[in-house]
């Protein structure tokens, strides 16, 4: 996003450009930037973002909880700095928010335009991070600020915010938009009946792309599968952590990148984790006929024996699949080791069994073996998938077990009742 000319002016400068028309002195703090907030029973949202993440799901959790809320879509993040600023600044003045929500901070620009009129306007901002937190906020300027609070959907996270200035963050894992995912919603399949499945990206594609495209060569290019083999095992969170305890000559050279280029790295190094680390599980599934649905990457890493079906759109079609396939198969990113991807909500969501890692954080969510299963390593897959195809009493009882805790606690009315009443906490007036 390029700033404008008045970045760096005076509140009083910044008002003028968001009022071309007006004339006359203007005041320090401007009146449509001075009302209370979380004064009244329910709440007000403005929220923000350039693309669709969990915007649908917090819209309908808000329309559900009786809260006002508004989405500001920030069309492009090369948009004039000046336009977004006014854009904010007529949100502000139409809704008058109790806060501003985002997702992974997309909506804020990189410069720190946008923090600093929310903090001129006293108005707190919270921002949900469903992706590494490491490779987001640091490109983001100035957002250490009190208005700010973070939402972790991944606990290992919380510290690693902490330590670096983020006092206010908090645990708040993803859930399920039961309105999307619910059972019998089987719509339109091209795809037969399965008794299992995974759906997920190979991360082959990817992890090739986003090293070209941060033109990374020499030994880190040549290192990136060894490092990404030593990440997967390893209880490191950051790749750099990693590389600066392990391996030094490495981190000497990572630490002649550019920090585009360094993000961009560390974002190859887990996608390429990940990568090994499913088609090591999915592998597994061979002897059960299993439908794998994703890029056209697995054709070319998985080999034969597998039915391979090209991506399905989340929202229109993901949820028919997970209804027509029996057992849904999860190997979550190895970004989120110890945390909870989507598919843990959204297949018990649709009354069907889930067949899942044991995270260090799912039993604080779900009971493994009453709600769904969990392996602990390769081994046990073969076993969980014979136990349920032998046992149809046992499958149904799970789950119908899965899909009434997921209503009861996992939806995103739940999630969206929390965020809310953190933030309420945080920033009550008078408090």
């Known amino acids: 996003m390029k700033l404008p000319d008045w970045f760096d002016c005076e509140p009083a400068e910044r008002y003028r450009t968001a009022h071309p028309n007006s004339s006359g002195p203007a005041p320090s703090r401007p009146a449509w930037q001075d009302y209370p907030k979380f004064i009244q029973d329910s709440s007000t949202i403005l929220l923000v973002s350039t693309k669709d993440l969990l915007l649908p799901e917090i819209q309908n959790a808000a329309d559900r909880l009786g809260y006002a809320c508004q989405t500001l879509r920030i069309s492009d993040s090369t948009m004039d700095a000046g336009k977004v600023y006014r854009m904010f600044v007529h949100a502000i003045k139409t809704i008058r928010p109790d806060f501003v929500l985002t997702v992974?901070?997309?909506?804020?620009?990189?410069?720190?335009?946008i923090v600093k009129l929310l903090e001129q306007c006293r108005l707190p901002f919270a921002s949900w991070c469903v992706d590494s937190p490491h490779l987001i906020l640091n490109q983001?300027?100035?957002?250490?600020?009190?208005?700010?609070?973070?939402?972790?959907?991944?606990?290992?996270?919380?510290?690693?915010?902490?330590?670096a200035g983020f006092k206010r963050a908090t645990y708040l894992p993803l859930g399920v938009d039961e309105t999307i995912f619910s059972p019998g919603n089987t719509g339109e399949s091209p795809l037969p009946p399965a008794f299992v499945s995974f759906v997920g990206n190979s991360m082959a594609i990817k992890t090739a792309s986003v090293l070209e495209r941060h033109r990374i060569n020499g030994a880190?290019?040549?290192?990136?599968?060894?490092?990404?083999?030593?990440?997967?095992?390893?209880?490191?969170?950051?790749?750099?952590?990693?590389?600066?305890?392990?391996?030094?000559?490495?981190?000497?050279?990572?630490?002649?990148?550019?920090?585009?280029?360094?993000?961009?790295?560390?974002?190859?190094?887990?996608?390429?984790?990940?990568?090994?680390?499913?088609?090591?599980?999915?592998?597994?599934?061979?002897?059960?006929?299993?439908?794998?649905?994703?890029?056209?990457?697995?054709?070319?890493?998985?080999?034969?024996?597998?039915?391979?079906?090209?991506?399905?759109?989340?929202?229109?079609?993901?949820?028919?699949?997970?209804?027509?396939?029996?057992?849904?198969?999860?190997?979550?990113?190895?970004?989120?080791?110890?945390?909870?991807?989507?598919?843990?909500?959204?297949?018990?969501?649709?009354?069907?069994?889930?067949?899942?890692?044991?995270?260090?954080?799912?039993?604080?969510?779900?009971?493994p073996g009453k709600e769904l299963l969990a392996y602990n390593d390769a081994d046990e897959i073969g076993y969980w998938l014979n136990r349920v195809k032998s046992d149809p009493a046992y499958y149904h009882q799970v789950a119908e077990n899965g899909y009434r805790r997921v209503l009861a606690e996992h939806t995103y009315t739940h999630r969206l009742t929390d965020l809310v009443e953190t933030m309420r906490r945080h920033y009550r007036e008078g408090t």
Request: with cysteine; charged share 20%; aromatic share 12%.
């Open 104 to 113: 992974n901070h997309l909506g804020l620009d990189r410069e720190g335009l």
């Open 140 to 163: 983001y300027a100035n957002t250490r600020s009190h208005w700010l609070s973070l939402f972790m959907w991944d606990a290992d996270y919380l510290p690693v915010v902490r330590q």
């Open 220 to 367: 880190l290019l040549k290192n990136v599968d060894h490092l990404a083999r030593v990440f997967e095992k390893s209880s490191h969170v950051n790749v750099r952590d990693l590389m600066a305890e392990q391996f030094p000559s490495l981190f000497s050279e990572f630490q002649t990148l550019t920090d585009e280029q360094a993000y961009g790295y560390e974002t190859g190094v887990i996608w390429q984790a990940t990568g090994n680390y499913r088609r090591e599980m999915v592998k597994q599934l061979k002897p059960f006929n299993p439908v794998i649905v994703g890029d056209p990457g697995w054709q070319k890493v998985i080999g034969n024996g597998y039915t391979v079906h090209r991506e399905l759109n989340y929202y229109q079609e993901l949820p028919w699949f997970y209804n027509v396939s029996e057992v849904n198969f999860n190997a979550t990113s190895r970004q989120m080791k110890g945390g909870l991807n989507q598919r843990v909500f959204d297949v018990p969501a649709c009354r069907r069994v889930l067949l899942t890692d044991h995270t260090r954080q799912l039993e604080n969510l779900m009971e």
